[in-house]
């Protein structure tokens, strides 16, 4: 079983975020949500960079066999939304598959079925206007970009209703106990409140100002 | 019955843009999204367009008496997201009428009682303020756009969780058959799949990579 | 009990945005939209001010310990989407004090933890990055803007699917009545179109193209 991850499982993207504030690097993905609301995903990165296509063309989407189950599919389209790298039959494929989720810096179509599946995936939005012919798949496992926040193969993505952020595995050690400090704080403050403190009596008591601050 | 109606209510959209893809007009309107999850769309359009109120005033919405059952109402705003051209009157009244639903390249409101009737509307958003004193209805059954799309009296509007795409009246049948192909090839792809096969060998099968492929 | 507030809790953004088109004043916050869907909100602003910070830093949030039960929180974040001024803490206290609801010109965080816990708020969307040492709170119960839409502490502020009215608190007794007036007009359109009669006929009948025109 993989550790860390079991222990990112139990933390949002909130504290993460914090967390991750905290030791002074950019983690929170801008502008990808979740298709289906209520879902919540946490694997280690299979990264997939989109090109266009040109004089130059290629396929899209034959990678999903490679992929392990308990990943989460990172696919790096460059934020475009004029036509998509996902749909119905990888949904129900990678479904099949065992694969926790996927996360694309782009568009996905095919949504009546997304839902009806529950195969999380989290997006720009999107559109029916299909990728093939349009872009093309021309690496996999390479460092991507997810809204100017860097994945790299490996590195731990976690997806809630609230969006999603990146925790480089080198660091991942670090973040986890940051995030389950954060996270017990601010229990802690929500049981002072419920037993009559005031917020602001019960955010003092616990620090409740500087839990993400940098250190110096 | 109108019988081209009947198979494309069998077929989504991402299909239809597909095959659209292959005869080669475009057809995936952007940026329109149902009001509310969960609704399919299908009908010939009654088109209406809307220009901004100056020195020259009009009327809104007086169109409505001469829609016919089951036509879907395509109202040409521009876009414009200051101001709406749908409401709780012309939801329910739509509704009593038996038409099939509207789709506006701009944004409605009443939301509490669109969402209550359940009539299936697709706009670009929602805003209270009304487009009355703002625009009025210039012609109806011309030529309109959404979002760039050209979309004829006549023409057959299909939406669904995806967005809204168009096809032309004249080339009805032939999308319809490129359509109807496509979906069964994607039907065969996931029946191989669920047999075993790798995905990229399901697809090498069934031709999946060029099943829209423009033809030269 | 507040009558004023027991009238407007009875109409919707709608009217209200209709009844404030009559007298003159914008009044419609474009933008701003529920998390949640099926919650509607009505009290009495409680206005809050936020800041970039700088060399000068300050604190989030702690105000909510001087907002009384039935207020509304009304954020001016200046729009920011990067970075949030309301999270799982806030919605569970603000909650427990009896608050009405929050709306924000900027983005919120924790959607899991909102969703569940009910309470209302009114956002640009959401994100996970904190405010805190980006932002800080400096003024609160000063006059605010909601999307260049003026609020003062005590004007009334109404929130449902389709967004967020301001109405002035020194001319919501004569909004109150426009509104109630247009409400029951439109009742009476759809009254007679139940009874058979044409929508532009029901329409003619009750004058509702001038509802809302601007008195000279």
Request: charged fraction near 25%.
């Amino acid at each position: 079983m993989d550790q860390i991850i079991e222990r990112f499982k139990k933390l949002d993207t909130t504290c993460v975020s914090d967390a991750m504030d905290k030791i002074g690097i950019e983690c929170s993905v801008y502008g990808i949500k979740p298709v289906q609301s209520g879902e919540k995903i946490c694997g280690r990165a299979f990264t997939v960079h989109y090109a266009p296509c040109g004089a130059v063309k290629g396929t899209v989407g034959d990678f999903l066999d490679d992929v392990e189950p308990g990943q989460v599919i990172v696919i790096d389209n460059a934020g475009r939304d004029n036509c998509t790298v996902w749909g119905d039959i990888m949904a129900k494929t990678a479904k099949k598959y065992g694969i926790t989720g996927t996360v694309i810096d782009g568009v996905c179509r095919d949504i009546p079925a997304v839902l009806e599946c529950r195969y999380p995936v989290f997006s720009k939005g999107y559109y029916m206007r299909t990728g093939k012919d349009r872009v093309y798949v021309d690496a996999v496992n390479v460092p991507v970009t997810l809204s100017d926040i860097q994945v790299c193969p490996g590195d731990i993505v976690i997806g809630d209703d609230t969006g999603v952020v990146v925790v480089p595995q080198s660091r991942a050690e670090e973040v986890a106990e940051i995030a389950e400090n954060i996270d017990r704080k601010e229990q802690e403050i929500l049981a002072l409140v419920a037993k009559g403190y005031k917020l602001k009596e019960a955010r003092a008591m616990t620090g409740y100002h500087h839990l993400q601050t940098k250190e110096k």
